[in-house]
């Protein structure tokens, strides 16, 4: 398949000793860059999903057709392996099932099935999470939706923040004997609460943000977390770039007295000018 070697990176990630920072990526260019970095591997969250598609904020607003699409855009522009934040699966399990077809196919390297409630309930402003049982039956939905066995799957709760360290374990458990292959943790807040959930499990574990005491990498990798996020600063700083900009052309500063612009070098990179230019020297008889 097309993919394997991206899902097959991402794979060797969960199974290795050390602990990753994924780059954020949300759109075309910010996944290139992320590649050409170095990250071992890109994370498109829900959140930026949702930025960067509606500019809206992460109300579970955005679709599974436009999730899936972003995601191809992203496919296509670089071979980074991404791990996608895939929320609730867009509904219930048979639901589920379908958002994981069609991020396979869209060229998720992974994603994320996780057990809150979404959308938020009317009149309810805390967050809350499904039954147990109804995650256990999304979880195994979603194992159901693979085709391609090397394609990762990961069962997410956020527990922790919402009722009790004992119920994340609990839930994780239980989705650990479904067939997942990590499982992803949000709201864990001391590294005694990693370490009960360390002796508990036996999966590979993802955290999705962490007080500053779990922010030591070697510690998190002998605690078996194999990635570790940084949340989203890339898509913030895009935002304050294009606002500073945008307003000082509009106070009147000549395009060329702005600052903060990227060298003509790094938008020749990001656009891969290059290849493009070989392509058009081979395939039209263009001098490059």
């Not at 199974?15 to 591997?41: K, M, N, Q, W």
């Not at 992803?184 to 955290?207: H, Y």
């Not at 770039?241 to 938008?267: C, F, W």
Request: neutral net charge; charged residues 25%; glycine residues 10%.
């Amino acid at each position: 398949m097309a993919f394997r070697s991206r899902r097959e990176k991402l794979r060797s990630i969960l199974t290795g000793s050390a602990c990753v920072h994924p780059g954020s990526v949300y759109d075309a260019i910010s996944i290139r860059i992320a590649e050409d970095l170095g990250f071992p591997l890109g994370m498109f969250g829900g959140s930026v999903a949702s930025l960067a598609v509606l500019g809206d904020p992460d109300v579970t607003l955005i679709t599974l057709t436009e999730l899936a699409e972003q995601m191809r855009r992203m496919s296509r522009a670089a071979t980074l392996p991404v791990l996608v934040d895939a929320d609730h699966g867009y509904g219930n399990a048979l639901n589920v099932r379908r958002t994981v077809q069609e991020l396979e196919t869209a060229g998720a390297a992974g994603l994320t099935i996780e057990d809150t409630l979404l959308p938020a309930a009317f009149g309810e402003a805390k967050t809350q999470l499904i039954s147990l049982e109804e995650g256990v039956g999304k979880m195994k939905a979603a194992l159901d939706g693979r085709s391609d066995p090397s394609l990762v799957i990961m069962g997410r709760t956020g527990a922790a923040s919402v009722t009790s360290i004992e119920d994340a374990i609990r839930r994780a458990r239980a989705y650990e004997a479904t067939g997942v292959d990590a499982l992803f943790f949000t709201g864990i807040k001391s590294r005694a609460e990693l370490e009960a959930i360390v002796a508990a499990t036996r999966l590979p574990i993802v955290l999705g943000g962490a007080p500053d005491e779990l922010n030591a990498i070697d510690y998190l990798a002998n605690q078996r977390v194999r990635i570790a996020l940084q949340g989203h600063a890339p898509i913030a700083a895009a935002t304050q770039a294009v606002y500073e900009t945008q307003k000082a052309l509009r106070e009147g500063t000549p395009p060329k007295n702005l600052k903060g612009l990227p060298s003509p070098d790094l938008t020749s990179r990001v656009m891969r000018e290059a290849d493009v230019k070989a392509r058009s020297a081979g395939f039209l008889g263009l001098k490059k």
